[in-house]
């Protein structure tokens, strides 16, 4: 018997689908909100509490990815078990009030262990959200709808980085924490009320009769599928520059060209909302148009872009002109964030629907262990080499050494693409 509280997907109007989904994004960009925040009042926080380039990557990746890698494997499979917007919502009003209680430390060990908090709420908001939008939408829009539902990385992002320099120049670094964490806790019970849990698998061709499994069960479908490894560790290669850039470019452009904490804000937070809205959706359609004939295509395509990222990226740091290095950062961040939708929508079709969530956060903790963990704090420990040389200017070839995670994520794509036709379910 169907649980009251759940939905037929299959027979939701188009309409109420695109109003989960916009209420997904929502909830995806506060979650994005409130990881990169720290990323733009890197700069205040530095001079306020006297912290070092290691410390601010320590506090900004792995404080964040250490819990949140953690406990996202057994919340994802109690979401495939139990209802998805409950886990949600809860998660939702944790990372919001953890965000909210960074703007109170005092120290680095204060700010470490909240951020700490923020990973532990955060530990339940995305896995579950990937299997609720596979229930919603069938296979064949798939890649497209997970795409959309990444737009919360680059608007999320931008706006963080945009609201926190705001604030951080008009009062201080504490007051935008505090705001845009109660602002998230406002949003949950307005998500909980909208968004109904959709039936397992309603668009999948074997239903969603199969009964929960434990995780050694989910280990041994995927232990039997090389490119879900491949493609795991390749999107974490290309998450350690993503990453690593999203938190050290406003540190980067205040202190090689001079600009002010609110022109940083701004200057990237256009890049991000402008590029990565624009890569993400096509990564996406790229995916399903050329996906339909030809599995491995959700893995060469985002390859492809990688490759191109390289020289963009080489070329916008290397450049003296704001306006050149806009528009050439306006093509990597794009290309950057190409993989999200081919890359989600294969996780989804190489395990069946009762195996998503958890497959999901096998993935997210391979994907973000290694790239918010490693790659922030990665740069943060080369800046602090390279300064003794290069002085303000370590970030620049902090970010020209990050480059190489672009061309190892290209390679195992690459090898990936030859084995998922005969992966995918």
């Not at 060990?109 to 709420?121: K, P, T």
């Not at 670094?173 to 705001?179: L, P, S």
């Not at 985002?302 to 070329?315: K, R």
Request: hydrophobic share 55%; net charge positive.
């Amino acid at each position: 018997m169907q649980d009251p509280a759940t939905t037929n997907t299959t027979a939701d109007s188009p309409r109420y689908r695109l109003v989960v989904l916009a209420m997904l994004v929502l909830v995806y960009t506060f979650n994005f909100i409130d990881r990169q925040i720290v990323g733009i009042l890197a700069v205040p926080i530095k001079a306020d509490l006297g912290l070092t380039d290691t410390q601010l990557g320590l506090m900004g990746g792995l404080a964040f990815a250490l819990f949140y890698t953690l406990l996202g494997i057994p919340i994802a499979m109690l979401a495939d078990r139990s209802n998805r917007t409950t886990i949600m919502t809860v998660a939702l009003v944790l990372w919001s009030a953890m965000t909210a209680v960074c703007g109170l430390a005092q120290n680095f060990w204060q700010l470490f262990l909240a951020r700490l908090g923020v990973g532990v709420g955060e530990a339940g908001g995305v896995a579950p959200a990937y299997s609720i939008v596979a229930d919603y939408f069938p296979p064949h829009q798939r890649a497209r709808a997970l795409g959309a539902y990444s737009f919360g990385v680059p608007i999320g992002s931008a706006l963080g980085i945009v609201f926190g320099g705001v604030i951080a120049t008009l009062i201080d670094w504490r007051t935008a924490f505090i705001v845009v964490g109660l602002a998230g806790v406002a949003l949950a019970p307005i998500f909980k009320l909208v968004v109904r849990e959709p039936v397992r698998g309603g668009f999948d061709a074997k239903g969603s009769t199969s009964a929960p499994v434990g995780f050694g069960e989910v280990m041994r479908v995927l232990l039997s599928k090389p490119s879900f490894w491949g493609l795991s560790f390749g999107a974490s290669a290309s998450s350690m520059m993503g990453y690593g850039m999203f938190f050290w470019l406003p540190s980067f452009l205040v202190r090689s060209y001079d600009m002010t904490l609110l022109q940083a804000s701004l200057y990237y937070g256009a890049i991000l909302l402008v590029g990565g809205i624009a890569g993400i959706w096509l990564g996406g359609s790229l995916a399903d148009h050329f996906g339909a004939a030809r599995k491995r295509a959700y893995a060469i395509i985002p390859a492809v872009a990688f490759l191109v990222t390289v020289p963009f990226y080489i070329g916008a740091v290397t450049s003296h002109s704001l306006a050149l290095t806009f528009v050439l950062l306006l093509v990597p961040t794009a290309l950057g964030l190409l993989w999200l939708g081919p890359v989600l929508s294969s996780i989804q079709h190489v395990v069946p629907p009762n195996m998503r969530a958890t497959a999901s956060a096998i993935f997210l903790f391979v994907n973000n262990l290694i790239g918010i963990g490693l790659g922030t704090v990665a740069l943060g420990a080369l800046s602090d080499v390279l300064s003794v040389r290069f002085g303000a200017d370590s970030l620049r070839y902090a970010i020209l050494a990050g480059t190489v995670f672009y061309l190892i994520a290209a390679s195992l794509f690459l090898l990936s693409a030859r084995r998922l036709e005969r992966d995918w379910i």
